[in-house]
């Protein structure tokens, strides 16, 4: 593959029927020179907030009174003031539509088929909203979820939302101590939990751990059961989601709230320390998601959207703010990957599915096997693939252009949970670079600083964002703000930190470095992280790996651990390879002390790989909040004496 060029182009039929250009063509006349690309879009999204967040209000056509001012002061960050005289209804703008088309589409591993329609959803939403109300449920208290992707969630986030409640969720493949330690924080006055899932070909049976998880929470009014579709609920279940909704009014009279009326609370990872409990704003929330969606991702309505997510993850919340487009959402539950590894391009062909959501570690799996979607499926539908939650390398773009799509707008978006949003992410008018994230995403003042705090292109550094931005979160849960401004605000006054090592590129992209936790200082060298994964790509047989520093006696040193391809052992040879291959492409201060094979690493509940989880081990340290890895058995197999290490 030629480097100096993109790996892809959008054809001039795509770019001229982009969402995008028609938002440029709708703000030129606020703006004194041409808008006729991404780069002098984006600049207007800085230079001009007030017009383009208050532009993006009016083309999504928001439902709500907007007011007169947009913000009271841009460069201040924090505290700025977004849309201070709006009131709006977070759900009310989810739900344009009351016909009999499809909504939701709920699809899982076992083939199972359930679709709800957007007059169906409305209904539900409303006979919800009126039953948390009569629960005792008030605007300000909190609604809980531990379910599935099945839409039985998003019609109680809708309800709990209509009726300026806040909405929190934890995935149901977290353990019973993991989820107390984010709903305790919270304490929630409802909760709608689930008897079970079903993943890698069998049911995963919760009734125990939804009523450990229950009991366990005393300020609850109600418990309601979701049965998992296809499974019955015993008859002494204390109140399931059929018996909650009967008999309520199936209409809703929406009420609007300010602009930062909190709506959701997001929980971060908690391998670093107790999970914060993250406050987002109606407002915020509404204009960044739609604004991802409509403009980044390019969703038109009627399309169809899925996103391979749990309830627990930012990513559903943005997957759900497709409705809000008029688009529909295909729910998915279950392992992708089962029972075969094609099942997830069947979807796609059978959902006529337009934006896919996958992660990185789909794509080796699918590369691993030798599958060749582009020609055993159609994949007519499909125009956009992101592949979040890790970095995605050169390999991986090369990857799904060579086997999976030709003409296919590859996006990587990074952003998160902290923001409900992206700071850098994909453009349908512009190139793809394999191996860089393909723009700064609209109205954020992206910058890279160095260790003197200067701004810097080429060379990697903080992930700073300088101006701000509507979805700032609200609060930090039980926090008089102190917590909240010692997280994002205290080491860089003025910018919010986002807590990323990262290099913006000649072509005005991003690439990720890691971690700003997780950079090595190796003898006083820092040290990007993915500076040695990307020096990996050339070697096919390491499917994963993760560095972590090391002191010692003599001082700081690297070890590093690979995932190899299945059936494969790591050799002398081998490891000299690995070597050499970081030597070449990074330095020689990149090179490890130590390589150790294993046959897993530890990832954190969004997935990626938790590097500060290995290096408490490493360091004899107990793992902070152990509980909240996905896999945490992967931590003691780091320990087993059958560990090749060169």
Wanted: proline share 7%.
């Amino acid at each position: 593959m030629n480097v100096s060029t993109p790996i892809w182009r959008p054809t001039p039929e795509r770019m001229a029927n982009a969402r995008m250009r028609a938002f440029m063509q709708r703000l030129q006349p606020a703006s004194a020179s041409p808008l006729d690309a991404y780069d002098s879009l984006y600049r207007f999204s800085l230079s001009q907030p007030a017009a383009f967040w208050g532009g993006l209000w009016d083309y999504l056509g928001l439902r709500g009174e907007k007011g007169g001012l947009v913000v009271d002061d841009p460069l201040r960050l924090p505290g700025a003031r977004w849309f201070p005289q709006a009131r709006l209804n977070f759900a009310e703008n989810l739900l344009p539509r009351d016909d009999a088309a499809d909504a939701l589409v709920f699809r899982n591993e076992q083939g199972m088929r359930r679709a709800l329609s957007w007059r169906m959803l409305q209904q539900q939403v409303a006979a919800c909203a009126h039953a948390l109300e009569s629960a005792g449920v008030r605007p300000g208290d909190r609604v809980a979820g531990y379910l599935p992707n099945v839409p039985e969630a998003i019609v109680a986030m809708l309800a709990t939302t209509s009726i300026g409640a806040i909405w929190c969720a934890c995935s149901p493949d977290y353990g019973v101590a993991s989820c107390l330690d984010r709903l305790r924080q919270v304490e929630p006055k409802v909760l709608f939990t689930t008897n079970g899932y079903v993943h890698g070909g069998r049911f995963h049976d919760l009734a125990d751990k939804s009523r450990e998880i229950a009991a366990a929470l005393p300020g609850l009014a109600r418990t309601v059961t979701v049965a998992y579709p296809g499974s019955t609920l015993p008859d002494d279940e204390n109140l399931s989601y059929e018996a909650f909704l009967a008999g309520r009014p199936c209409r809703i009279a929406w009420k609007r709230f300010p602009f930062d009326h909190p709506a959701f609370i997001l929980f971060s990872s908690g391998t670093t320390g107790t999970p914060k409990c993250i406050v987002h704003g109606a407002g915020g929330s509404l204009l960044q998601t739609l604004k991802e969606l409509a403009l980044h991702c390019d969703v038109h309505p009627e399309e169809r959207v899925m996103y391979l997510t749990t309830t627990g993850w930012m990513v559903w919340n943005v997957m759900a703010s497709a409705l809000g487009l008029g688009a529909t959402v295909i729910l998915y539950d279950g392992s992708p990957a089962f029972p075969s590894t094609s099942a997830l391009w069947d979807l796609v062909d059978d959902e006529d599915i337009a934006v896919l959501r996958i992660v990185p570690r789909l794509i080796e799996q699918y590369q691993a096997a030798g599958l060749r979607p582009r020609d055993s499926h159609r994949l007519a539908s499909l125009k956009c693939i992101q592949a979040g939650s890790s970095p995605l390398s050169s390999r991986h773009y090369e990857y799904v252009y060579r086997e999976i799509k030709e003409d296919v707008h590859l996006m990587s978006p990074a952003g998160g949970t902290d923001i409900m949003g992206t700071l850098a992410t994909g453009s349908p008018i512009s190139p793809v670079w394999a191996g860089e994230i393909q723009v700064l995403s609209l109205g954020m003042k992206v910058e890279v600083y160095d260790d003197s705090g200067r701004p810097v292109v080429g060379q990697p550094g903080e992930l700073v964002c300088t101006q701000a931005f509507p979805s700032v979160p609200v609060a930090f849960w039980n926090d008089d703000g102190s917590r909240l401004h010692a997280a994002y605000f205290q080491q860089i006054p003025g910018a919010w930190r986002h807590g990323d090592w990262a290099r913006l590129t000649a072509h005005g992209g991003l690439i990720i470095e890691g971690r700003s936790d997780a950079t090595l200082n190796v003898n006083g060298i820092r040290i990007g992280t993915s500076e040695i994964y990307r020096a990996l790509q050339g070697l096919e047989l390491v499917t994963e790996a993760a560095a972590v520093e090391c002191p010692g006696p003599d001082g700081t040193s690297i070890v590093l651990f690979v995932v190899l391809r299945e059936g494969n052992q790591l050799s002398g040879t081998l490891a000299a390879d690995i070597r050499n291959a970081i030597r070449t492409g990074a330095t020689s201060r990149h090179i490890p002390a130590s390589i150790v094979q294993v046959d897993d690493l530890p990832r954190s509940s969004n997935g990626k790989v938790s590097e500060v989880a290995i290096r408490d081990f490493l360091a004899g340290r107990p793992t902070r909040h152990r509980d909240g890895l996905l896999n945490p058995e992967a931590l003691d197999r780091l320990a087993a004496s059958s560990l090749t290490t060169h």
